[in-house]
């Protein structure tokens, strides 16, 4: 079945670090790949997306190349704020339109 | 405004005490799903629904029950809770366009805590 891998944490930066959170996927056919930011005490709500190979998916100066060859989704950003700290969750949606989400990953970022 | 609405957001309550933990999107979503999130454990599905009456297990459907009589509404039963139960409850809805990639959309999340 689908499965989504992303690094374990917690991430710790200094403010103005350049970011990187790891997500690789196994799935069948093409998925859509996500990136969803859980802020403390609140929901997840969507960062950002792409739904086809070579897509760059961008927001707030997040980004996120869907990379078909090495099946994977990185986030990057190229410097973080005391603000981007949150947990960060690396999903595919498939055919099956039931979304498989990685374990997640805290970001802790220090002024 | 668009939106995912849960509630209660916090509760205690005792072991074998019935609860319900009511979801309801405004956005005509077809999919709508809950979530139960634990410490290193992520986000795990209980159960999901691609439509009105139509109700499937997801990963941890153990000791919870739900129903979709309405395509706005999305209930979950905990019909004899147990402090196993105690997490972060999330219910989302998606819409299930062809051709489109269909994000997620989340409620703020319901804090159960089982005494």
């Known amino acids: 079945g689908d499965s989504v891998t992303q690094m374990e944490g917690p991430v710790t930066l200094s403010e103005e670090a350049f970011l990187t959170i790891n997500c690789t996927y196994t799935?069948?056919?093409?998925?859509?790949l996500f990136w969803y930011v859980q802020y403390p005490g609140e929901g997840l709500q969507l960062l950002l997306k792409a739904t086809k190979a070579d897509d760059k998916g961008s927001n707030k100066g997040f980004e996120a190349t869907y990379r078909k060859e090495t099946t994977s989704f990185h986030l990057e950003k190229g410097s973080v704020q005391v603000s981007d700290s949150a947990v960060y969750f690396c999903?595919?949606?498939?055919?099956?339109?039931?979304?498989?989400f990685g374990r997640g990953t805290s970001l802790i970022v220090h002024p | 405004e668009a939106q995912v609405t849960q509630n209660p957001r916090y509760l205690i309550t005792v072991t074998g005490k019935k609860l319900t933990v009511t979801c309801s999107q405004n956005?005509?979503?077809?999919?709508m799903s809950w979530y139960r999130q634990d410490p290193g454990l992520g986000l795990r599905q209980i159960y999901y629904s691609m439509n009105v009456e139509v109700t499937d297990k997801g990963d941890v459907p153990e000791g919870y029950k739900v129903s979709r009589k309405e395509k706005r509404n999305f209930p979950l039963i905990l019909e004899s809770p147990s402090p196993n139960q105690t997490s972060l409850y999330f219910c989302?809805?998606?819409?299930?366009?062809?051709?489109?990639?269909?994000?997620?959309?989340f409620g703020e999340g319901s804090r159960l805590t089982v005494l």
């Open positions: 999903a595919l949606k498939g055919g099956s339109y039931i979304p498989t």
């Open positions: 989302a809805s998606s819409p299930i366009p062809p051709g489109q990639a269909g994000e997620l959309f």
């Open positions: 799935a069948t056919g093409y998925p859509s």
């Open positions: 956005m005509n979503h077809e999919y």
